[in-house]
């Protein structure tokens, strides 16, 4: 099976950065999606193919990429920032999909 | 507006069986591979199943292989879930996704709002 791995909780201070590890336990690689999840709510794209934002998304979440891990960073943490986070790949084929764990964002 | 409705969801005991749907509306549903995602309470999101644009491929994840199928009625624009032999480990909300188009660009591009499913006696 694939494996996403993340941290359960980050905490982080308004206005400084915050930065959700994502890492896969297969080579290759294959791309890497964010989500963003507020509660009782959908999740929400924040980035896909590794370090692609999509329009309407605030320039302050971006995504990199190292080997078999793939980062989240939010830039300049706002109050509204305290969510749910999921990083999502598939194998190579695209039939078997799989989520990280999910990361609590906190703002501290 | 574009969008995906579920409906089905409930209270079922362990060992019974329940079908839940999801109607898309304000897209050309037969031109989408269409998925189910799940979420316990308090928990993680977990892709559940996959299926093609014409229903002919089907994948699952490990944990409900051979319990549960997709399927699809592209004229009514829904996607189905027949849930077989359900345990208490699979009450959850579920969604209905959307796969975005582009090959190997493969995630999530819209999302339903869930229906809940809870199992136990």
């Known amino acids: 099976s694939y494996e996403l791995t993340q941290p359960p909780s980050v905490s982080v201070s308004p206005g400084q950065t915050a930065r959700i590890p994502c890492s896969a336990d297969t080579l290759p690689k294959q791309f890497v999606y964010w989500y963003q999840q507020r509660p009782g709510q959908a999740p929400v794209l924040l980035i896909y193919?590794?370090?692609e934002r999509p329009s309407g998304i605030p320039e302050r979440f971006s995504g990199s990429s190292t080997g078999t891990t793939v980062t989240l960073t939010i830039s300049g943490v706002q109050a509204e920032d305290e969510a749910d986070y999921y990083c999502q790949s598939t194998d190579s084929s695209g039939n078997l999909w799989v989520f990280g764990g999910g990361t609590k964002v906190t703002v501290l | 507006e574009v969008q995906l409705v579920e409906s089905g969801g409930g209270l079922v005991q362990p060992g019974g069986s329940l079908r839940l749907s999801c109607v898309a509306s304000r897209f050309t549903f037969s031109t989408y591979w269409m998925h189910w995602v799940r979420q316990a309470p308090g928990e993680g999101l977990v892709w559940v199943s996959r299926i093609k644009k014409d229903g002919t491929a089907t994948s699952y994840a490990d944990s409900v292989k051979g319990r549960f199928i997709i399927s699809r009625d592209n004229a009514k624009n829904t996607l189905y879930l027949q849930m077989n032999s359900l345990r208490a480990e699979d009450t959850a909300l579920y969604y209905c996704t959307r796969e975005a188009p582009g090959a190997g660009d493969w995630h999530f591009d819209l999302w339903g709002r869930g229906t809940p499913v809870t199992v136990s006696s």
């Open positions: 193919k590794d370090t």
